[in-house]
């Protein structure tokens, strides 16, 4: 009796399992949870816009850091002091201010937004007027029991049969034209926005908009000159573009990236001990050697501070090494040919946009500090394998998260349903059902906002690793991987699921019918259709949802609480407490992806639950003041791509709406179709039948009117758009920099020193004195010292992308002493704490503002009369000879770099050019900074 009690227990656990898996929402559709949804989600958000009213006028730190720290150029429109005293400033600014302000990317961004509401206010109009009359006054008149039916249930077309499902079918269209117009209103003015951005001073000054990227160039031509040539072949130019291969930099990335990350530890390790520079801690910190230096420092325990300490010192070395004979290194296939004219580098690259010259591939080089440097020198096969397996384990991942996401919504959204399928937990549910419910209120939302905080950061790592050539390139990868990603498991599984699993029940428990009798009994059709409106109530409880997620970015509430933490309950680093304060760079992959998740669950169950689409409309109308006001004073953009997000946002919005349209002729031929008369009712899904067409109709004009315009500043080249030109290439001359601008980082970058706070210099030499070493370099006082960030090369190879010496601040062409070019470790004064003192450093800059256009000259400017400059030492230039380098396979000619101050600067550059040091712009542009 016990074994048979036990198996009928077992079978009822069971049981009820299967059963919650087939409907995992069915507690959502309750009167009383819903409103508690509303309920919660409008209070806790207007709690949070509350605080932001009252802390914004009091924290700029945190609410307008980006206003703080931009030039005058980019500066937004100064705020009230008043409770109310931002809405001014976002409501009167124009399209074409923010231009200027905030860049081209942010206000495509606003627009794409601006857009989805619009597209929702009138969807709201056409699904609440037409559908909701139709459903009520059709389900009143058939179902008897119609007032024990949830009233949000009544708004879904599952109690209504035949022709009534004409109105789905003209809503379909009605949908869908709103949606094309909005496309092409929008499309037309981003079109008007990004011929202007092509015209604007930023734009045409800047090195990269008349460059080109070449990679995969054939071995042969892996000089200056055979770039010039596969320039010529792609399209004749009539002149010689300035050219530059890359170099095979072999290790050095890695070896920067482990001096940062050594930098940062060491960092960590001072700031912990120093806290309380007067009563240090009784025991030094102690930390276990990287793999690489087990060999020398054994696999046990070693003073932390003395070992970051010597690591820092030996890459220091190592890099300085690598820098000097880096030139001798074989080139690469990649490389980079810029021309006078913006017009000439757009053509070529046009007419090479298919396929290049001699198998390589031709693009529009991105900005330098853009470019994913490890993957220009991929070779195809290389890149192609990596793009295989990296798209099989994305797919792996996507399929693997169906198991985890249907039990996370069935079981962390209510814990009773795990107490019916396990008995002992219930009965520990029911004694404690306060802490239980504090939990279950907090573990499902944490688990789910997690899981989606991972998945960005291991899509993008992944895509790096395939081989994107530029960090825009892969963000906008990363937001289609991420839209495919929700549309699978969000949409597709949890909304046909339950219903499949039902379907699939039918059929096993009327399989004495026969398989085929069964799967007609079953009725497929109906019983999707059928779960899909029970899911579209989840789905208006998600949107609400989002109203929270809106309240958090404009409160700055994460920011809040993690400067907080950081500030009173870790021990930050200087650098930390630097990085605190600057303005933090705008995901634009994860914020598009979430708008797209509310478009397309807007557009797909809009039409089976209509108040969705409302609710939606005022969710995105709430969101374009909220992001107008974070992009214009919180949020920078770390790389600007020049609207190049727009044509991927436009395919996901059309595949979204032919989504939405699978999902009416679903609900047309499962209750319309499938009544009485149904050869008359047939009509309905016929007349959708030129929706799909249409949708392809408008694509394919979107692509011939905008789409190569958007891309290309021109298809023609300068001489023939003038009517004429010099074939001698006698066009006017700039003074490109093309090697030194778009040489790799590692050659010049200058590496971190480990900073620490101002408060402890007095105990710095104590601590460095603990370790014989280090004490016999006299780090804090002797003038000469072997451990130096800055890697000088002491020969001269002409090779003008290799870092130079460093520029006197307080004396202008004149390079630092030896003695004090650097010190051991930086000290900053507690009052120097702030992002505004550093962020014309290129180590805070990058992180936090690009290559440096928010906050004032950016690096790939072209130098204008009276400014410093570099002049490449070409033959048709004519001030000083080439210098002839061999490295490699082949033989390329390059010169150094000078910079052009009159004859004082030109005796000192020939000066520093006898010593083995060459002249670097970029170094006295840092001066001028200073």
């Known amino acids: 009796m016990r074994i048979t009690g036990r198996l009928s227990s077992r079978e009822d656990s069971t049981d009820r399992f299967i059963n919650l898996i087939a409907d995992p929402f069915q507690a959502q559709v309750q009167q009383n949870s819903i409103y508690a949804a509303i309920i919660y989600a409008f209070a806790v958000s207007g709690g949070l816009f509350a605080v932001f009213l009252f802390l914004r006028p009091r924290n700029s730190r945190v609410y307008a850091p980006r206003a703080k720290h931009a030039d005058e150029k980019h500066a937004p429109r100064p705020l009230g002091r008043k409770l109310f005293g931002f809405v001014p400033a976002i409501r009167d600014v124009k399209e074409q201010e923010l231009v200027d302000t905030i860049g081209l990317d942010a206000v495509v961004f606003l627009r794409f937004l601006r857009m989805l509401r619009n597209i929702f206010l009138v969807l709201s109009i056409f699904g609440c007027a037409i559908l909701i009359p139709v459903n009520v006054v059709g389900g009143s008149a058939f179902y008897e029991q119609w007032n024990n039916i949830a009233t949000l249930m009544k708004f879904t077309p599952q109690y209504i049969f035949g022709p009534k499902f ?71 130019t009539h002149i010689v573009p300035r050219t530059a291969i890359g170099r095979d930099v072999k290790d050095l990335p890695k070896l920067i990236e482990a001096h940062d990350q050594s930098v940062r530890e060491l960092e960590g390790y001072l700031a912990q001990y120093l806290s309380n520079p007067n009563k240090l801690p009784e025991k030094r910190p102690m930390c276990k050697p990287e793999k690489d230096d087990m060999t020398a420092y054994g696999k046990s325990k070693v003073d932390a501070i003395d070992y970051w300490t010597d690591r820092i010192a030996r890459l220091e070395v190592e890099i300085k090494d690598v820098r000097e ?63 295989f397996w ?104 949890f909304s046909v699921f339950g219903s499949a699993w039902r379907f699939v029940a039918t059929v096993i428990a009327a399989k004495d019918q026969g398989v085929w009798e069964a799967i007609r009994s079953a009725h497929l059709f109906s019983k999707v259709m059928t779960g899909l409106c029970n899911m579209s109530t989840f789905w208006l409880t998600w949107q609400m949802q989002k109203n929270l997620g809106a309240a958090i970015d404009i409160a700055q509430a994460w920011q809040l609480v993690w400067n907080f933490i950081q500030r009173k309950l870790l021990n930050p680093t200087p650098r930390q407490l630097i990085e605190l304060s600057a303005p933090q760079p705008f995901m634009y992959a994860d914020y598009y992806n979430a708008y797209l998740q509310v478009a397309v669950v807007g557009l797909t169950f809009g039409a089976l639950q209509p108040i969705i689409l409302p609710v939606t409309a005022f969710y995105l109308s709430i969101e374009v ?34 989504l939405g349209n699978a999902v009416i002729a679903l609900v047309v031929g499962a209750q319309g179709v499938g009544s009485i008369n149904s050869v008359r009712n047939g009509n309905m899904l016929y007349a959708m039948i030129p929706l799909p067409f249409l949708l392809l109709v408008f694509k394919w004009y979107c692509k011939w009117a905008f789409d190569d315009k958007l891309e290309y500043y021109a298809t023609q080249l300068y001489s023939d758009a003038e009517g004429g030109g010099s074939p001698n290439g006698s066009g006017p001359k700039r003074n490109d920099g093309v090697a030194v601008r778009f040489g790799h980082p590692a050659l010049y970058k200058k590496l971190m020193t480990p900073m620490v706070h101002a408060k402890s210099q007095h105990i710095l030499k104590e601590i460095y004195g603990h370790c014989g070493s280090l004490a016999d370099r006299n780090i804090f006082e002797a003038p000469h010292r072997r451990w130096t960030d800055r890697a000088m090369p002491t020969t001269t190879y002409g090779y003008s992308d290799v870092f130079m010496a460093e520029m006197d601040p307080h004396e202008s062409g004149k390079t630092v002493p030896v003695g004090q070019q650097m010190q051991g470790v930086e000290l900053v004064a507690e009052e120097d704490l702030d992002f505004e003192n550093f962020k014309k450093r290129a180590e805070f800059r990058e992180e936090f503002g690009g290559d440096g256009e928010l906050y004032g000259r950016p690096e790939d400017l072209i130098s204008r009369p009276g400014t410093p400059s570099t002049m490449a030492t070409m033959t048709d230039v004519g001030l000083f000879s080439p210098t002839k380098v061999t490295g490699g396979s082949g033989a390329s000619t390059r010169a150094s770099s000078v910079t052009r101050h009159g004859n004082d600067d030109k005796l000192e550059h020939a000066s520093r050019t006898s010593q083995g040091i060459s002249a670097h712009p970029c170094a006295i542009r840092s001066t001028k900074l200073k």
């Not at 990649?334 to 046009?350: M, T």
């Not at 436009?650 to 979204?656: P, Q």
């Open 166 to 236: 004409w109105a789905f079918v003209l809503c379909s269209y009605l949908f869908q034209g709103t949606v094309c117009f909005f496309l092409w209103w929008n499309y037309r003015a981003v079109y008007r926005l990004k011929r202007a951005y092509f015209n604007s001073e930023d734009y045409t000054t800047s090195l990269h908009s008349r460059t080109l990227l070449l990679t995969h160039i054939p071995r042969p031509s892996r000089t200056d000159a055979g770039i010039a040539l596969l320039v010529e072949e792609a399209k004749s």
């Open 325 to 387: 004979s880096v030139d001798k290194r074989n080139p690469q296939s990649y490389g980079f040919a810029s021309f006078p004219h913006i017009e000439d580098a757009h053509a070529v690259a046009y007419a090479a946009r298919k396929k290049g010259p001699r198998g390589c591939d031709i693009y529009l080089a991105p900005r330098p500090h853009d470019l994913l440097w490890q993957n220009l020198g991929l070779s195809r096969r290389t890149r192609r394998a990596r793009m």
């Open 390 to 493: 990296d798209g099989f384990w994305m797919v792996l991942f996507t399929a693997a998260y169906i198991v985890p996401n249907i039990l996370t919504s069935v079981f962390l959204s209510d814990f009773s349903h795990l107490g019916l399928v396990w008995p002992s937990f219930q009965g520990n549910l029911q004694a404690h059902p306060t802490g239980w419910g504090i939990a279950q209120g907090i573990l499902a939302p944490l688990v789910q906002t997690l899981i989606y905080m991972g998945i960005p950061i291991m899509f993008r790592r992944l895509y790096t690793h395939s081989g994107d050539v530029s960090k825009t390139s892969r963000e906008r990868h990363v937001t289609a991987r991420l839209y495919a990603f929700f549309v699978f498991n969000n949409l597709v599984v």
């Open 625 to 658: 003041w909220f992001k107008k006001y974070l992009i214009q004073y919180v949020l920078v953009t770390k790389t600007e791509s020049g609207g190049r997000f727009w044509r991927l946002l436009v395919n996901r919005l059309l595949f979204s709406l032919l």
